[in-house]
């Protein structure tokens, strides 16, 4: 059960698609007109679940990313959802679908074969890369991008003032 979420299976009660969108554009006006903050990307993570695909929508203005949250063996079942929003895609969280291993390799396979497709988190436990085959042979593809793989920023950043 999430704070977030609207009114529905396993939803708190109360809770309205209109209200979700409302506090989703407030926080967004917040943050990017009243404190200037326009280096946050906006990602809209709805339940990768197709049978619940009907999450409301903030709008093309305030979101940056579509990435789900999807437990299965195969990602490539919700791609088409998500591209319809014209945005670019990721996986907010996911894993396997089930208690056996999967070849972390067709997560990677699924990825590159679309172009809008731009990350993936996996979760911790039974859902991690290490914990499923082929961690390794994933994380060394050269289609790979991993933390060691990324500069370091060496400037500081300033924070508006409150």
Request: aromatic letters at 16%; proline letters at 6%.
């Amino acid at each position: 059960m999430f704070w977030y979420a609207t009114s529905g299976s396993g939803k708190p009660a109360g809770q309205s698609a209109a209200d979700y969108i409302a506090v989703w554009q407030d926080m967004y006006n917040y943050f990017t007109n009243t404190k200037g903050l326009n280096n946050l990307l906006w990602v809209f993570a709805p339940t990768g679940d197709l049978s619940e695909w009907t999450p409301p929508y903030p709008g093309n203005t305030y979101v940056d990313i579509v990435a789900p949250t999807y437990y299965s063996d195969e990602l490539s079942a919700w791609q088409d959802d998500a591209l319809t929003y014209g945005k670019i895609i990721g996986m907010s969280e996911m894993g396997p679908g089930g208690d056996d291993k999967v070849d972390n390799m067709q997560y990677l396979t699924t990825m590159s074969k679309n172009p809008k497709f731009a990350y993936f988190v996996a979760w911790h436990d039974n859902w991690s890369i290490s914990s499923n085959n082929n961690a390794s042979t994933m994380m060394n593809d050269s289609r790979s991008i991993t933390r060691d793989k990324v500069p370091s920023f060496s400037h500081s950043i300033a924070f508006p003032s409150e």
